[in-house]
């Protein structure tokens, strides 16, 4: 057994490079120690950092040589492609324009601000026209509109009001108190 020990001891003389010649208790000590000497302060750091960064942005086009290439790009562009472009800006101006549309309708019809988003999404996910389909939709389901009397709330306090407009309800006052005036 002393041959095999003195051939180990051989071995960890000639690897120094792999830990050989280092034992468990003497790597655990270094640990402690805060054994890494190769610490590189921060300022030299940021240094190697920039130098890295400015390594790498040595062949980068600039801004403006950027821009010029998007030019160039456009210009490029075949007559489909641009005709492909402002049809789909068009598709998409139409959706929007359609969807306004369809949400005024919901509104005009009486249904409320908190529930016109949900009106609109089922009455949306049906199939046919949109009207035809709001009106069978808010007939089956009257809770999402709201009376001809409707309640408002301007100082804290609820007031009732008819869906009568001013100049008739000021021309059914004044006949109401003078039967014989003629407003018309």
């Given at each position: 057994?002393?041959?095999?020990?003195?051939?180990?001891?051989?071995?960890?003389?000639?690897?120094?490079?792999?830990?050989?010649?280092?034992?468990?208790t003497e790597?655990a000590?270094?640990?402690?120690?805060?054994?890494?000497?190769?610490?590189?302060?921060?300022?030299?750091?940021q240094?190697?950092?920039?130098?890295?960064?400015?390594?790498?942005?040595?062949?980068?086009?600039?801004?403006?040589?950027?821009?010029?290439?998007?030019?160039?790009?456009?210009?490029?562009?075949?007559?489909?492609?641009?005709?492909?472009e402002?049809?789909?800006?068009?598709?998409?101006?139409?959706?929007?324009?359609?969807?306004?549309?369809?949400e005024?309708?919901?509104?005009?019809?009486?249904?409320?601000?908190?529930?016109?988003?949900?009106?609109?999404?089922?009455?949306?996910?049906?199939?046919?026209?949109?009207?035809?389909?709001?009106?069978?939709?808010l007939?089956?389901?009257?809770?999402?509109?709201?009376?001809?009397?409707?309640?408002?709330?301007?100082?804290?306090?609820?007031?009732?009001?008819?869906?009568?407009?001013?100049?008739?309800?000021?021309?059914?006052?004044?006949?109401?108190?003078?039967?014989d005036?003629?407003l018309?």
């Amino acid at each position: 057994m002393p041959e095999l020990n003195n051939k180990t001891e051989e071995l960890k003389d000639k690897n120094p490079e792999e830990g050989a010649g280092t034992s468990d208790t003497e790597i655990a000590d270094d640990k402690q120690k805060g054994g890494d000497e190769d610490m590189v302060p921060r300022a030299e750091a940021q240094k190697m950092a920039d130098a890295m960064v400015a390594k790498k942005l040595k062949g980068m086009p600039s801004k403006e040589e950027l821009a010029k290439y998007k030019e160039w790009q456009e210009s490029q562009k075949t007559a489909e492609e641009k005709q492909a472009e402002r049809d789909e800006h068009y598709r998409a101006l139409e959706a929007e324009n359609t969807s306004l549309k369809q949400e005024k309708l919901v509104l005009s019809k009486g249904v409320s601000l908190s529930d016109a988003d949900y009106v609109l999404f089922k009455v949306g996910k049906m199939e046919g026209d949109f009207e035809e389909n709001l009106d069978k939709f808010l007939s089956e389901n009257e809770k999402f509109v709201s009376s001809a009397e409707s309640t408002k709330a301007t100082d804290g306090a609820p007031v009732k009001r008819n869906a009568t407009t001013t100049a008739n309800s000021i021309s059914d006052r004044l006949k109401a108190r003078h039967p014989d005036i003629k407003l018309d």
